[in-house]
């Protein structure tokens, strides 16, 4: 089975503060995803990733950052933490293609 | 206008019932659709996926896709309890996911 872990499944941070997020796969997948869930919003795709240090921009990319130094682990950085920024943020990975796409359990982030 | 429509319900139905949840779609290049199960407090977990229009079948679970009306549904028969969750649909041309908001499904017992 695959198994995509993310480091942490709650967080609270401050505002302003710079936060990561890891996440892992052992699939060896080429492509690595994250997205935010909000209600009424469903999932929507921050930034993904091909291959080791590329990155693509997803549909709201403002305010965060990537990084993919080893295939099987992919970061989501906070530069700067805003309250906006609360949400359930998943981490998914694919083989070849961008389906099927395997998920984390999640990590519910809270910025006060 | 979404891409993907999905009513979030929540929908609540009893036990040994049959449950219907569909998506409507605006983009033609669409040609993968999915579908994914979320329970509480968990990550989505696929359930289905298929390719062209027609139906599709697994266990208790029945896929149909209709690309002429931009039109998918998931079908579950003999509704149980373990299945309450939210259902989310996705889809793609080739690349990106475009995910429905999610229905919220209860089967009480």
């Known amino acids: 089975d695959v198994k995509v872990t993310q480091s942490s499944r709650y967080l609270v941070k401050r505002t302003g503060e710079k936060v990561f997020l890891e996440c892992v796969q052992d699939m060896d997948h080429e492509n690595m995803f994250w997205y935010r869930q909000d209600p009424g919003l469903g999932l929507r795709l921050i930034y993904f990733s091909y291959d080791v240090k590329m990155k693509e921009k997803g549909d709201i990319p403002e305010g965060y950052s990537v990084s993919r130094e080893k295939k099987e682990r992919f970061s989501l950085i906070l530069e700067s933490a805003s309250t906006n920024q609360t949400s359930m943020y998943l981490c998914?990975?694919?083989?070849?293609?961008?389906?099927?796409?395997?998920f984390g359990d999640g990590t519910r982030l809270s910025i006060l | 206008q979404k891409e993907v429509e999905q009513d979030p319900g929540p929908l609540s139905v009893p036990e040994g019932a049959i449950v219907s949840l569909n998506c409507t779609y605006s983009n033609s290049a669409f040609q993968y659709f999915m579908w994914y199960r979320q329970y509480s407090r968990k990550g989505p977990e696929l359930l289905m996926y298929?390719?062209?229009?027609g139906n599709k079948e697994d266990g208790r679970f029945t896929a149909q896709v209709d690309k002429s009306s931009k039109y998918i549904s998931l079908f579950i028969r003999d509704s149980q309890p373990s299945d309450s969750a939210t259902y989310l649909c996705?889809?793609?041309?080739?690349?990106?996911?475009?995910f429905g908001e999610g229905t919220q499904l209860t089967v009480n017992p």
């Open positions: 298929t390719y062209s229009s």
């Open positions: 998914a990975s694919s083989g070849v293609g961008a389906w099927p796409q395997h």
């Open positions: 996705a889809m793609s041309p080739s690349s990106r996911l475009t």
